[in-house]
């Protein structure tokens, strides 16, 4: 069965340092990835997706991932943080085919100190 | 600029009443789906539709149903509603693999 892993639950960093959320999947073959953030109160929305292609893919707000096959992983990237990206982060897994339907990490929640 | 619209940001309601939440998407979208968000327990799919009239369960339907009589409208109903069911819940549509977008979330509270 597909499972994602954030393994932080928590990350703490200060305005300006730079950002990497960490995100591990288990799947039978190389799936779709996703990554969403989630302001306080507020719904998901999507920062950025991998399909195929190029391994560092560019989203909103300033945020990149990279996608290691060899790692199965798909980190979350940010070269200097605002205090206004404060908020939840959820890496997501789909299938690429089938019900599209994605599995979701347990999310990073990200506290920006001034 | 493409938007789901869930009918209510807060509610409260009693236990034991039928509830009702509405999702209204504008994307053409064939796919509509239903989440709650718990702290610790991270989103849970509860029902997913592909198309007009057709759902099917996700991972936890038990206590709800959905209705998806238009394209762009899916609802979330509670039958009896009890205090376990006080969430946060998120609509979200998506066309295809390529991504949800989701409305601004439901919090429900059932006293």
């Known amino acids: 069965a597909q499972s994602v892993t954030q393994p932080d639950i928590h990350i703490t960093v200060s305005e300006g340092a730079s950002l990497e959320l960490r995100c591990n999947y288990s799947y039978g073959a190389t799936p779709y990835l996703f990554w969403y953030v989630q302001s306080p109160g507020q719904g998901l929305q999507l920062l950025l997706k991998y399909f195929s292609g190029d391994t560092l893919v560019q989203g909103i707000k300033g945020f990149e991932a990279e996608f290691k096959r060899s790692q199965s992983s798909f980190n979350l990237r940010k070269p200097s943080v605002h205090w206004s990206d404060a908020a939840e982060y959820f890496c997501a897994v789909g299938p690429r085919g089938g019900s599209y339907i994605p599995t979701f990490g347990r999310g990073t929640s990200l506290i920006v100190h001034p | 600029d493409v938007k789901v619209t869930q009918s209510s940001r807060y509610l409260v309601k009693r236990t034991g009443e039928k509830v009702f939440l509405e999702c209204v998407q504008d994307?053409?979208?064939?796919?509509m789906f239903w989440y709650r968000q718990d702290p610790g327990l991270g989103l849970r799919l509860i029902y997913f539709s592909y198309d007009v009239k057709m759902k099917e369960k996700g991972d936890i339907p038990e206590g709800y149903s959905v209705s998806r009589e238009k394209k762009e409208r899916f609802s979330l109903i509670l039958e009896s509603a009890s205090t376990n069911q006080t969430s946060m819940y998120l609509c979200?549509?998506?066309?295809?693999?390529?991504?949800?977008?989701f409305g601004s979330g439901t919090r429900l509270t059932v006293v």
């Open positions: 994307m053409d979208h064939e796919n």
């Open positions: 979200a549509s998506s066309f295809e693999a390529y991504g949800y977008t």
